[in-house]
């Protein structure tokens, strides 16, 4: 079991940036890919970020690549989300979660077995 707990969300302005933590406790955290997960009201959840649990690989949505980047101190069990020149449509819940399928990288919900109970991002214009 893993429990995973966001922490850094907030109200910022667009262009602003913003930095999500995500702790982690139970099972060895440095056996999971950890990915970042948004949902803006109406919307479906969707992808945003995922490191590798060997901290070698990374991937983003295209909506944020080249704004955002996901990074991971395994000796503090925390995965972390810098976000920088946010919009207003970077304004949803973002959720942390983890994945223990393997060494690859994950972009899909279902690949996830933990989930954190999410942060709200607001960006104003």
């Known amino acids: 079991q893993v429990q995973l707990v966001e922490s850094g969300g907030g109200l910022v302005q667009a262009g602003g940036s913003l930095r999500l933590s995500?702790?982690?406790?139970?099972?060895?955290?440095?056996?999971?890919?950890?990915?970042?997960?948004r949902q803006a009201p109406g919307k479906e959840r969707?992808?945003?970020?995922?490191?590798?649990?060997?901290n070698?690989?990374?991937?983003?949505?295209?909506?944020v690549k080249g704004r955002f980047t996901i990074s991971r101190d395994n000796a503090k069990n925390t995965v972390y989300l810098q976000m920088n020149s946010l919009?207003?449509?970077d304004t949803a819940v973002y959720y942390c979660a983890a994945s223990s399928r393997g060494s690859a990288i994950y972009i899909?919900?279902?690949?996830?077995?933990?989930?954190?109970?999410?942060?709200?991002?607001?960006?104003?214009?």
């Open 22 to 37: 995500c702790a982690a406790s139970g099972r060895t955290f440095s056996n999971n890919a950890m990915g970042w997960f």
């Open 46 to 54: 969707e992808f945003v970020a995922v490191i590798s649990r060997s």
């Open 56 to 63: 070698r690989s990374t991937y983003y949505a295209d909506s």
């Open 87 to 89: 919009k207003p449509e």
């Open 108 to 125: 899909s919900e279902i690949q996830y077995d933990y989930w954190g109970q999410g942060t709200q991002v607001t960006v104003s214009s």
